[in-house]
């Protein structure tokens, strides 16, 4: 008896400790297959609601003679965006028959990616995650300024809550070309990847390699890399600004990722010696300094280090990108991003791109919190 | 009783052990997700009887031109050329250094890239000089 629990533990381990890492937090492209579609019906034997994805686990029939069940695992967004979206851990319990469409495992193992998931007794759609940019008001609300005139980059009084999120963008391409994308930067052509950016060959070969593998090596999700450059204004759970007039700096945080923030000086401080003895230490955020010109705040950033994605999608960069970001609010509910990449070593000459993000009122930003490969 | 909680421990026991051992040869590797040949690489040219089996490369990118350095420290052989073909990862290095008489011996080396998308990733080949030494080589990303 107990050696045969023994075995089955030891069996146990050995699996769980000889299983690659799970794809964490993902493009779902990256482990699912958009040509594979699946429709199921079943019972759900268990809701596991938690971060990065939510699980329904569901008993299916086969459909052969002898009526065999067969144990699916349906993947669903975060909570959080399940739960903006009306949906809660009580939706859906153990028992209810449900029915699935959805795409299946690009690696034939019965985990399948949920786009629709229906109460089979009532056809009821649950489970879905439509989160919806905040209407604009029908007469844009003026640009909120500071006594001296200088438009606010973030929340207006004490109290208020807000941020920036929906980007009209989520993934960097040049300024005036088209190369359709989905929300995580995954081309539907890979034709168009030399049309993203201007790459020299082995940047271009490596995004498209990048690309062809699904995004699935994101270290951004594989290991809660920092989403440096201008990936941070391009991620869904958005980021806030908090001027610190006081002590000359923006504090840039970050809404996704692994919830840390980036640091824009604005006391006239160079790039060198930003913090003592920390010159010559390359960073994921780089070193950022931020001088107003009019109603526009220009930030210069050097200083990246090369160990992480700088895009959704996989753009490459190296520890010679230089950014200017331009950041201004033409009205209350609008952020205008404008940048000009500058990598010498990854790009045949500086290209620009811009998009603007929407001011989410009065709401906390979520905390997509991400763990080592619980992202 | 006595003896199956004996057995029961000292199976505990040995699957921590198992555990562990799976974990310490998990050896970490800092990221590199830049140019593919920026870092430093160690590994071996075999049968290198001018310099020895093991190799230390360290390589940069500047926009235009890997450079870089053969075992610094102790051989510092400064890299002539090298170039990275991204049409299927081939690397091409070729340095000059001088053997143990002191005699000038060019080495040339020729590999591919593999598991590029890896922060551990390696270049493997062979090596070759101009006295007739040639042999494998291989080299991982530290």
Request: with cysteine.
């Amino acid at each position: 008896m107990h050696l045969r629990v023994l075995r089955s533990v030891f069996v146990a381990a050995f699996v769980v400790a000889s299983t690659p890492l799970a794809i964490a937090h993902h493009e779902p492209l990256a482990k699912f297959d958009d040509k594979k579609p699946v429709n199921l019906t079943g019972v759900v034997s268990l809701v596991d609601w938690r971060n990065p994805h939510v699980h329904v686990f569901m008993n299916v029939k086969s459909g052969a003679a002898d009526g065999a069940v067969a144990n699916w695992a349906i993947e669903l967004e975060s909570p959080i965006d399940l739960e903006e979206s009306g949906w809660s851990h009580d939706t859906l319990h153990p028992g209810d028959r449900i029915s699935v469409q959805g795409m299946a495992a690009r690696n034939g193992s019965r985990q399948a990616w949920g786009k629709s998931v229906m109460l089979a007794a009532t056809g009821r759609k649950i489970l879905f995650a439509s989160v919806a940019p905040p209407p604009l008001p029908l007469a844009p609300h003026p640009t909120p300024r500071w006594p001296e005139g200088q438009p606010r980059l973030g929340a207006t009084a004490q109290g208020t809550q807000g941020y920036w999120a929906f980007p009209s963008a989520t993934a960097l391409v040049e300024a005036g070309v088209n190369a359709p994308m989905d929300a995580w930067g995954l081309l539907k052509s890979i034709a168009d990847a030399p049309k993203v950016a201007p790459m020299q060959p082995w940047a271009l070969k490596l995004y498209t390699e990048r690309q062809q593998r699904f995004l699935q090596d994101d270290p951004m999700y594989l290991n809660c890399k920092p989403p440096g450059g201008p990936r941070q204004f391009q991620l869904s759970p958005g980021l806030q600004l908090v001027e610190d007039r006081g002590r000359q700096r923006i504090f840039v945080l970050i809404g996704s990722g692994n919830n840390n923030y980036r640091i824009i000086y604005t006391d006239g401080r160079s790039h060198q010696g930003q913090v003592g003895g920390d010159d010559e230490n390359p960073l994921f955020y780089g070193r950022a300094v931020g001088k107003w010109d009019g109603d526009t705040l220009t930030i210069d950033t050097r200083g990246f280090n090369e160990d992480f994605w700088f895009t959704n999608g996989g753009l490459p960069h190296t520890d010679q990108l230089k950014l200017i970001e331009k950041l201004s609010r033409p009205n209350y509910d609008t952020l205008k991003y404008d940048l000009t990449v500058d990598d010498p070593g990854a790009y045949t000459r500086p290209w620009s791109a811009s998009w603007t993000l929407r001011w989410v009122a009065d709401r906390e930003m979520a905390r997509h919190l991400c763990q080592e490969n619980r992202s | 009783m006595v003896n199956r909680f004996r057995n029961l421990s000292a199976a505990f026991a040995l699957f921590g052990l198992l555990v562990a051992c799976m974990q310490l040869t998990a050896v970490p590797v800092a990221a590199q997700e830049g140019h593919p040949l920026k870092g430093s690489w160690l590994g071996t040219w075999s049968g290198n009887k001018t310099l020895g089996n093991d190799v230390l490369i360290v390589m940069t990118w500047d926009g235009k031109n890997i450079t870089g350095t053969i075992n610094p420290g102790t051989d510092n052989i400064v890299i002539k050329s090298a170039t990275l073909n991204p049409e299927g990862w081939l690397v091409h290095i070729e340095a000059d250094a001088k053997d143990k008489a002191g005699a000038a011996i060019t080495f040339t080396i020729d590999g591919k890239i593999e598991n590029l998308p890896l922060a551990s990733r390696a270049v493997s080949g062979t090596w070759k000089d101009n006295k007739g030494g040639t042999g494998a080589f291989r080299i991982g990303r530290q």
